[in-house]
């Protein structure tokens, strides 16, 4: 292992020092789901939220789309299944293991720094995109989210801007807390015709609320190279209503109010190659 290897494994260490030692200090590790029932799901019958997203085949060595598709189904084992009683956290790094060959995933592309690179566990951020959401339209309590540093996909993407959630290992999680009066069953599955991931909340009982989210566009950042891609601020809100509310006066616009913000920042970067080439290569 080269000196450069070496600094960057002892950064790395000591950045999951840190984000665990965190974690502690909140009070999450405590309240972490681990009950999986993948079997059982009668008796979770209403759904609370769902989020499809379309996985893009890549252009590049004959595996790419091979190994993203492993590693996707590899995170789906761990999650699908997980039942959250209330208060408890769901938390994406602490159902699905290191990335790592030695726990079975495979090399792929993702944004490394702000950057594309070839890794083990390419894919896995779009297992927790959809995921987020999921929870999202489910009205869950966001504890940790991160988007990803720049826009890679464009017009390509297979979210809606601002509703992506980007994770790495020991550095950046998705945390998400029950925070309702029902228990919740996550479950994942990746289908093949054609080929989509499909994330969905289901409860012991029917959303009580009903909700919206709105994502817009609130700053654009160009790019200061002129053959670059610009960037961009992006707002999310989330704003719901009691149900029995909405069927009472569904035009009433007063009733709803916002209980979730978050401002993505992508960042503007430097064209490598030609747009479809860097869109190809994204994770």
């Known amino acids: 292992m080269g000196m450069q290897q070496l600094v960057q494994t002892f950064k790395g260490s000591l950045r999951q020092g840190l984000k665990h030692w965190q974690n502690l200090q909140k009070g999450y590790p405590q309240h972490y789901a681990t009950r999986q029932e993948r079997a059982d799901v009668t008796a979770f019958g209403h759904l609370w939220g769902q989020c499809i997203t379309p996985i893009k085949q890549r252009t590049g060595p004959p595996d790419i789309n091979q190994n993203r598709h492993w590693n996707m189904e590899l995170a789906i084992q761990h999650i699908s299944g997980l039942v959250l009683q209330p208060g408890e956290i769901f938390s994406f790094w602490h159902q699905v293991p290191q990335p790592t060959s030695r726990n079975g995933f495979r090399s792929g592309p993702m944004l490394i720094r702000g950057k594309l690179q070839t890794d083990v566990g390419g894919g896995l951020c779009q297992i927790s995109t959809t995921l987020f959401g999921a929870f999202l339209q489910a009205n869950c309590e966001l504890l940790e989210h991160h988007n990803h ?78 053959q670059g891609m610009p960037g961009c601020r992006v707002e999310t809100q ?46």
């Open 149 to 226: 540093s720049i826009d890679a996909h464009g017009s390509d993407r297979f979210f809606v801007l601002g509703q992506d959630a980007a994770v790495a290992y020991g550095y950046k999680d998705l945390m998400v807390r029950n925070a309702s009066s029902t228990p919740l069953q996550v479950r994942l599955h990746l289908a093949t015709h054609p080929m989509t991931v499909s994330a969905s909340i289901w409860g012991l009982e029917p959303l009580s609320q009903r909700v919206r989210l709105t994502s817009q566009v609130i700053e654009l950042l160009p790019s200061p190279d002129p």
């Open 238 to 283: 989330r704003w719901v209503v009691a149900e029995s509310d909405w069927l009472a006066a569904p035009s009433q616009d007063s009733l709803w109010r916002m209980n979730y913000r978050y401002v993505s920042c992508y960042q503007p970067y430097a064209t490598v190659g030609s747009p479809e080439t860097l869109a190809s290569a994204s994770a």
